[in-house]
């Protein structure tokens, strides 16, 4: 109790308020404009936070991170295109609502539902996250490989299209975080004599050029996009009788999001998608979804926003993101000198009791930018592309630039952006190779001194049973395209 | 009579001709990185503890070209899960994607000599001109403030250093 008030207090001065409330915003922001995205919004954030104190800056992406998930239902609701991929089942029975003139009450079923998915979640994660941690703490390298292993096998069930290439990119990511000098010989790795190269790639080029500058190429095929836009006045709250039948379904759907979320890799996308059609599954309305159905508004929405509480579990309690936004805020954590994972939360609680209070804010933040700004965030979809890419590009540059002011920062981030475009062009996806660039150390670390430990004996690995679980995890895992079918079939 | 089987095993139905092409790229890649590891600096018994530093890398390399061999046949798996691979790359490249990258290589290439000013407002200007943003007004407002905006922004307020360039040595 006492790490809880802690950690409020380091969150209730004004500036970190004001800088909560300010990612709240850009969240919205970016989650309302289709092509920017969460991620996105903390690459391009990292570098400009680095020099404030945690605190602050880790609590501004998260709730970035929050509001993100809520903005893009936005889009999704009043021009039928989510400003985000989480809002995609949003805007299945969200746009049909909106059409039949109703948009602000079709916004305002996203905003409560999202609310209360958040907080649903964020319950979760204070009784969970330190319920892992001290699981986690008995871990030694050989578990902490198994649970690097399992959570790099997730990312094959990570959206995308095909298993194996998101496994390829996990993999590169890993390759990509060996370059450099090896800390524990200090032999140089993959440097090719680019001096630059010795101390490693940093994560913040890399991530800006894959999130940022492969967007912007992708964005340029499409500049002459014509949309169909709805006018919403206000958002329109639902009413206490209309929430009560909507009850079930906003619960069963924050649990299913807070479940995946908790998945390593599983996103607030499948979540979505999951908590639409498990709302329809136990509709006694279904003939009524896609033409507008409350249900299937409030199901999706619950579930990706508690999707969102729940990937900070594993993040913070065990170091293993559960998403690519949360991938994105671990890397943002180990450059503020923090070690994430169950050390995190038994010496620093405060600290993580602080990003909570952060969440929480976020989910009261975004209804209210939501009920004050509906008209406002009608319009933002239709910033010109053709003037807003070159200003997303300009923020790229000075992101990259300024991290480390160098020259060959800013061409790293260049060339991630190419190969983020190309990859993504051949279904290789850019979050898979984040979460294996900011897992390999992890991956790596942990197998060596389990070597080590073990001798060299690779069969050494099978003598804790908590590697054979993470093991019999992974194969199921991987597995799962296979198994999922039969038990489907059945 | 079974036409099934008496037909002939068409080999270009099996593999898709596209991601051979990138599993060529992929092990030539893979090959370059290994003979890499193979150069790497011999650390001494003290500090390689058993753990040479090829080892974890080259796992990787093994690991990643299993997956690499799979994915001309790929697409046979994804068909039957209803996915179609080519469909995002089916057209070719749009030219203006392309002249966008170059673009913008080009812009980076010269950003040095240009200082971060000038480099933001030629990003400013370039980019919409060529996507065919052609109102005036907008455009030369949004040349003029968007640039400034920042330099305030990120120069006076959030204190990050600018590169000094060309514009400067002029002022100057």
Not at chain 1, 42 to 64: G, Q
Not at chain 1, 113 to 140: K, R, T, Y
Not at chain 1, 375 to 403: E, H, T
Not at chain 2, 74 to 94: A, C, G, Y
């Amino acid at each position: 109790m006492e790490d809880v008030v802690k950690g409020l207090g380091l969150l209730l001065e004004f500036e970190n308020i004001i800088l909560i409330l300010g990612g709240v915003l850009i969240g919205v922001l970016v989650g309302a404009l289709p092509g920017l995205s969460s991620p996105m919004a903390i690459a391009l954030l990292i570098p400009f936070t680095i020099s404030l104190e945690p605190v602050a800056a880790i609590s501004m992406m998260a709730a970035l991170y929050c509001a993100g998930t809520f903005g893009g239902s936005i889009t999704a609701i009043l021009i039928n295109a989510p400003g985000a991929p989480p809002a995609v089942a949003t805007a299945l029975d969200g746009y049909p609502m909106a059409k039949n003139g109703e948009p602000g009450r079709a916004l305002g079923l996203a905003a409560v539902a999202s609310v209360l998915g958040g907080i649903f979640s964020l319950i979760v994660f204070i009784f969970a996250a330190p319920l892992l941690a001290s699981v986690a703490l008995e871990f030694g390298p050989a578990e902490y490989f198994g649970l690097a292993i399992f959570a790099l096998s997730m990312l094959a069930s990570m959206s995308g299209i095909s298993s194996i290439r998101n496994l390829i990119s996990g993999l590169t990511g890993v390759l990509l975080g060996t370059i450099g000098i090896h800390l524990t010989t200090g032999v140089e790795r993959f440097t090719f004599n680019i001096g630059e190269l010795e101390e490693g790639i940093s994560f913040v080029p890399v991530l800006i050029g894959l999130f940022a500058v492969s967007e912007l190429f992708k964005q340029s095929e499409k500049l002459n996009n014509v949309v169909e836009r709805i006018h919403a006045k206000a958002l329109k709250l639902p009413t206490w009788k209309e929430l009560k039948k909507l009850k079930y379904t906003i619960l069963r759907s924050s649990g299913i999001g807070t479940f995946i979320g908790i998945l390593p890799a599983e996103g607030s996308t499948v979540a979505a998608i999951m908590g639409y059609n498990e709302a329809r599954r136990w509709s006694k309305n279904k003939e009524l979804f896609g033409k507008g159905s409350p249900e299937g508004i409030v199901g999706p929405e619950a579930a990706n926003n508690a999707a969102a509480g729940g990937a900070m579990v594993p993040t913070l309690a065990l170091g293993i993101p559960g998403s690519g936004s949360t991938a994105l805020i671990l890397a943002a954590l180990i450059m503020h000198g923090f070690r994430p994972g169950p050390y995190l939360i038994s010496e620093t609680p405060e600290f993580v009791y602080a990003i909570f209070g952060a969440m929480l804010i976020a989910n009261f933040g975004f209804l209210f930018i939501g009920l004050v700004g509906a008209k406002f965030f009608s319009l933002i979809a239709f910033i010109p592309r053709k003037l807003l890419w070159p200003a997303v590009f300009v923020f790229s540059l000075i992101g990259s630039y300024s991290f480390s002011s160098s020259m060959f920062d800013v061409w790293i981030m260049l060339a991630a952006g190419l190969l983020g475009y190309f990859m993504d062009r051949h279904g290789f996806g850019a979050a898979p190779l984040v979460m294996g660039l900011i897992l390999g150390k992890l991956v790596e670390e942990s197998f060596s001194q389990s070597m080590i430990i073990y001798d060299n004996n690779f069969l050494s690995f099978f003598e804790s049973p908590i590697v054979i679980l993470f093991f019999v995890l992974t194969f199921f895992s991987l597995s799962s395209p296979f198994w999922s079918k039969l038990f489907f079939k059945k | 009579m079974d036409k099934n089987k008496s037909a002939p095993i068409n080999l270009g139905a099996l593999i898709n001709k596209t991601d051979l092409i990138i599993t060529i790229v992929l092990i030539i890649i893979i090959s370059v990185l290994w003979f890499e590891t193979k150069n790497f600096e011999k650390a001494s018994d003290l500090f390689a503890n058993n753990i040479p530093a090829e080892m974890f890398p080259q796992i990787l390399l093994i690991v990643i070209l299993g997956m690499v061999l799979v994915l001309p046949f790929e697409h046979l798996l994804l068909k039957k899960n209803k996915k179609d691979i080519d469909s995002n790359r089916k057209k070719s490249i749009p030219n203006t994607t392309l002249f966008t990258m170059l673009l913008l290589t080009v812009i980076v290439a010269f950003s040095e000599i240009l200082g971060a000013i000038l480099t933001m407002i030629a990003i400013c200007a370039a980019l919409p001109i060529y996507w065919k943003e052609y109102r005036a007004k907008v455009l030369i407002l949004y040349i003029i403030f968007f640039p400034l905006s920042v330099v305030f922004l990120f120069n006076f307020v959030l204190g990050v250093y600018f590169e000094p360039g060309l514009l400067e040595y002029i002022l100057n």
